[in-house]
């Protein structure tokens, strides 16, 4: 199962991180707009404090993003972005050396500059559509690679997408982008069906239901609902920071279905559904 086999191990860089039970990877935002925490953690200090955490709640991987990609966003110069992410990682990466991190862009010159600083691996939601010159540059530092599907960009992606068999076409999709990664170099792969980027509440729903389809290539899935819209519309336009129970609820069912990492905003909490996940798991065993 490529760098999942046997024991479970995914490496990025110089880092190990077992899989052996499921992982979180907390969320920091350091943007004005993003969804759920745009705003909180806009100078290096609040990022570092929210970073220190996570971390002591048990967060695995730190994601760190300094462009919002929630439906209606607009994008961001390479300068903003590069100003917002950068002096947090070069500080949080020597100083938190129990967790991995991962960046959160589309950009290449984002995403080499987050590298060179330490980061262990690239969040891309755009699935190289945008910038199929990370691949070479994840095979050139040995990093991981998020492999994410999303349909069209953040600011129309919402604008009544269409499938015509969504499981199947992220199926096609996967396939073709991990041939490019592999064709560079770069087997330490995740993948992301992408809940909420390009999808209705129908398709989401069918994702999330057929999850286990994507175990065939081999690679970790990752799943990011994490207070989403679909949620909110789930329980009767519940308002964003009121969707933690739903939260919970659809990750643990991707959890039964095979996730290996989950990306939230409330580390504790998810962490806390993972133990009870593996315990129930482990009983079943014995």
Known sequence: MNEVSGDRIFRARDRILDLARPVVMGILNTTPDSFSDGGRYQTVEEALGQIASMVEAGAEIIDV???????????VSL???MERVLPVLRQAVGTFDEVLFSIDTTKYEVASDALEAGVHIVNDVSGLKKEPRLAKLCSDYEAGYILMHSQGDPKTMQN????????????????????ILQ???????ILDPGIGFGKKLEHNLEIINGLDQFLDFGFPLMVGASRKSMIGRLLDNRPVDERLAGTLAVHYHCLMKGALLLRVHDVQEAKDSIRIFTAIQQAEKQ
């Open 65 to 75: 993003g300094g462009e919002s990609t929630r439906p209606g966003s607009d994008p």
């Open 160 to 179: 009544d997408p269409d499938y015509e068999d969504v499981i199947g076409d992220l199926k096609n999709f996967f396939e073709k982008q991990i041939a």
């Open 183 to 189: 064709k560079e170099g770069v087997d330490r792969i």
């Open 79 to 81: 300068e903003e972005e």
